[in-house]
């Protein structure tokens, strides 16, 4: 499942095309919702690798991390703070991850930036492969 991450990061990049998640965001592919403001938008990441594992994307199509901008300063912040609330929601007491990933070496797939926010078990620490 990692090694198959990672050959697809090999290859994503971003486009002018509209995302996969754009897509989640405008309901024309189906999606497991956690939460939905004007600004962000959250779901279950369809291949889980820990019990709960949910995304949080902007509704802003920023491609990655690397790509933002210094007006995105408060959008940034607010996912932060829809990652703690939907935490909080899914059940996540005992704590949890928050990951980005950045580009091909990031093993970034999906060409729309995205917090994995992951719990529901004990995780390991350094993450396994790197
Ligand atoms: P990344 O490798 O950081 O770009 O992560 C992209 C994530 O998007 C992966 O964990 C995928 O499992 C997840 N993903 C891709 N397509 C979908 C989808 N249609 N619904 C939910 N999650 C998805």
């Known amino acids: 499942m990692a090694e ?12 002018a095309e509209e995302s996969i998640f754009t897509k989640i965001i405008n309901g024309q592919i ?7 403001d004007d600004q962000a938008f959250a779901f ?8 709960v594992h949910f995304l949080v994307v902007p509704k802003k199509p920023i491609t990655q991390l690397s790509a933002v901008d210094p007006s995105d300063e408060q959008l ?7 990652a703690s609330k939907c935490a909080k929601q899914e059940g996540l007491d005992e704590g949890y991850r928050v990951v980005v990933n950045d580009g091909k070496h990031g093993c970034q797939s ?17 993450p396994t492969g790197n």
Do not use: F, R
């Open 4 to 15: 198959n991450e990672q050959a697809k990061a090999q290859t994503a990049s971003p486009s």
């Open 44 to 51: 279950h990441d369809i291949n889980a690798t820990a019990p």
């Open 110 to 126: 999906v060409y729309h930036l995205h917090l994995h926010v992951i719990g529901g078990k004990q995780l390991g620490w350094p």
């Open 76 to 82: 940034l912040g607010h996912l932060m703070l829809v």
């Open 30 to 36: 189906p999606c497991k919702k956690v939460y939905e």
